[in-house]
């Protein structure tokens, strides 16, 4: 019968450490001395040290995208002036720095010719701004009802509506006797211009709406008055008049735009900040009849 050579208590107890931390390497394998067995020809601690090595790389790594990550979402949420209230905050800001330093405190422009209150002013000139300012909200209110794309629908009937009171208003003065003019370049450019835009470019048509119709019920009233105090005897004309709260009206309108805007992308909105100076181009041009 052959012998067996019963295993040491150090043994054993090396082996036993040894098969609980490799449980699926069969316990003969760690009492063989061959020189063919690889694994266990590498210290433990060596095995142990990679691991830590590797596991300190991957952390690293991780941290290094992570933090390269973050940096390129905050550069891509990169907020504009005005954002966070709404997109018709962002138009407003664009404009108030069209205006200039004597308009606004916001303005950056340097004030053109003569302040308003040295402007030398006559009936037939205001009655060519009129004119010329009836043409294009006729254009703009003819292109709502046409909504030759879905979103213009939603500025149909919004009480901002200038043509029937600017109607009244020349009828008037045609009783006092003043001839009315034929619309001159100024206004059958910017008509024109309207018309084209309307029907091939969304988001800087809105910017022209937006201008019109807003700066009227601000600086447009501001300068009715003081013609009317200096040519008019201090009467009011239908063009600055609404039916309902004029502010409530303008918060409606508001709230259209910035829902309008919700779809446009980043690009598209930039585009349609980019037509103001555009629009301030058309409107002053249509403003300095009055001096003519």
Same mark, same amino acid.
């Given at each position: 019968?052959?012998?067996?050579?019963?295993?040491?208590?150090?043994?054993?107890?090396?082996?036993?450490?040894? %098969?609980?931390?490799?449980?699926?390497?069969?316990?003969?394998?760690?009492?063989?001395?061959?020189?063919? *067995? %690889?694994?266990?020809?590498?210290?433990?601690?060596?095995?142990?040290?990679?691991?830590?090595?590797?596991?300190?790389?991957?952390?690293?790594?991780?941290?290094?995208?992570?933090?390269?990550?973050?940096?390129?979402?905050?550069?891509?949420?990169?907020?504009?002036?005005?954002?966070?209230?709404?997109?018709?905050?962002?138009?407003?800001?664009?404009?108030?720095?069209?205006?200039?330093?004597?308009?606004?405190?916001?303005?950056?422009?340097? $004030?053109?010719?003569? $302040?308003?209150?040295?402007?030398?002013?006559?009936?037939?000139?205001?009655?060519?701004? =009129?004119?010329?300012?009836?043409?294009?909200?006729?254009?703009?209110?003819?292109?709502?009802?046409?909504?030759?794309?879905?979103?213009?629908?939603?500025?149909?009937?919004?009480?901002?509506?200038?043509?029937?009171?600017?109607?009244?208003?020349?009828?008037?003065?045609?009783?006092?006797?003043?001839?009315?003019?034929?619309?001159?370049?100024?206004?059958?450019?910017?008509?024109?211009?309207?018309?084209?835009?309307?029907?091939?470019?969304?988001?800087?048509?809105?910017?022209?709406?937006?201008?019109?119709?807003?700066?009227?019920?601000?600086?447009?009233?501001?300068?009715?008055?003081?013609?009317?105090?200096?040519?008019?005897?201090?009467?009011?004309?239908?063009?600055?008049?609404?039916?309902?709260? =004029?502010?409530?009206?303008? %918060?409606?309108?508001?709230?259209?735009? *910035?829902?309008?805007?919700?779809?446009?992308?980043?690009?598209?909105? *930039?585009?349609? =900040?980019?037509?103001?100076?555009?629009?301030?181009?058309?409107?002053?041009?249509? =403003?300095?009849?009055?001096?003519?």
């Amino acid at each position: 019968m052959a012998s067996i050579t019963p295993l040491s208590q150090s043994q054993f107890t090396v082996s036993n450490k040894l %098969q609980n931390q490799f449980p699926s390497i069969p316990f003969s394998r760690f009492t063989q001395k061959s020189t063919k *067995n %690889q694994f266990c020809s590498i210290p433990f601690s060596r095995i142990t040290q990679s691991s830590k090595l590797y596991f300190k790389k991957s952390s690293r790594m991780v941290l290094v995208s992570a933090t390269t990550g973050t940096a390129a979402h905050e550069k891509s949420k990169k907020r504009y002036p005005g954002e966070a209230k709404g997109f018709v905050e962002e138009m407003r800001f664009v404009a108030m720095k069209l205006h200039t330093k004597d308009q606004s405190k916001e303005g950056e422009k340097e $004030p053109e010719g003569q $302040p308003m209150a040295k402007w030398e002013l006559s009936v037939e000139g205001y009655l060519k701004f =009129l004119v010329d300012s009836k043409l294009v909200y006729d254009t703009l209110e003819k292109i709502m009802e046409k909504a030759p794309f879905p979103e213009y629908a939603e500025f149909r009937n919004t009480g901002l509506e200038r043509s029937e009171g600017l109607a009244k208003d020349l009828e008037w003065f045609r009783q006092q006797g003043y001839a009315i003019p034929e619309p001159s370049t100024p206004g059958l450019s910017y008509a024109r211009y309207l018309e084209e835009l309307s029907e091939k470019d969304t988001q800087a048509f809105i910017c022209h709406f937006y201008n019109t119709y807003f700066a009227h019920s601000a600086g447009g009233r501001m300068i009715g008055r003081k013609v009317a105090e200096k040519i008019l005897d201090k009467k009011e004309l239908e063009f600055y008049k609404w039916d309902g709260d =004029l502010s409530q009206l303008l %918060q409606n309108v508001r709230e259209k735009l *910035n829902r309008v805007a919700e779809s446009w992308t980043r690009e598209e909105k *930039n585009h349609c =900040l980019a037509e103001t100076e555009k629009s301030f181009k058309f409107s002053g041009e249509i =403003l300095r009849l009055i001096l003519s």
